[in-house]
Nanobody, 123 residues
Framework: QVHLVESGGGLVQAGGSLRLSCAASGSTFRGYAMGWFRQAPGKEREFVAS????????AYADSIKDRFTISRDSAKNTADLQMNSLKPEDTAVYYC????????????????WGQGTQVTVSS
């Protein structure tokens, strides 16, 4: 199995920044891609961003593509999400996930999930 642990969540004022980190361990193969999803109260879990381990190719949700940046460090087996210009509507639990497949924007395509980290943006 791949074990994923998120960190870096917290409380921040609107317009501020946070950097989330996802550490992968437990397997010598990390999968095809890493993704970040989020789930706000009363809403379904939604895709935020993804990155391929091999090429670094990224994908972003339209709502955050000009504000968030996903990156990976192959040597450290980590995938980070830099979040800038945060808005109250970004408030959610953010989850890191790993997929062996290629449908990187699809929630059900991911095989492993972290426990999530809370991000709260105050107005």
């Amino acid at each position: 199995q791949v074990h994923l642990v998120e960190s870096g969540g917290g409380l921040v004022q609107a317009g501020g920044s946070l950097r989330l980190s996802c550490a992968a361990s437990g397997s010598t193969f990390r999968g095809y891609a890493m993704g970040w999803f989020r789930q706000a109260p009363g809403k379904e879990r939604e895709f935020v961003a993804s990155i391929r381990w091999s090429s670094g190719t990224t994908a972003y949700a339209d709502s955050i593509k000009d504000r968030f940046t996903i990156s990976r460090d192959s040597a450290k087996n980590t995938a980070d999400l830099q979040m800038n210009s945060l808005k109250p509507e970004d408030t959610a639990v953010y989850y890191c996930a790993a997929t062996w497949g290629v449908r990187v924007t699809v929630r059900n395509a991911y095989d492993y999930w972290g426990q999530g980290t809370q991000v709260t943006v105050s107005s």
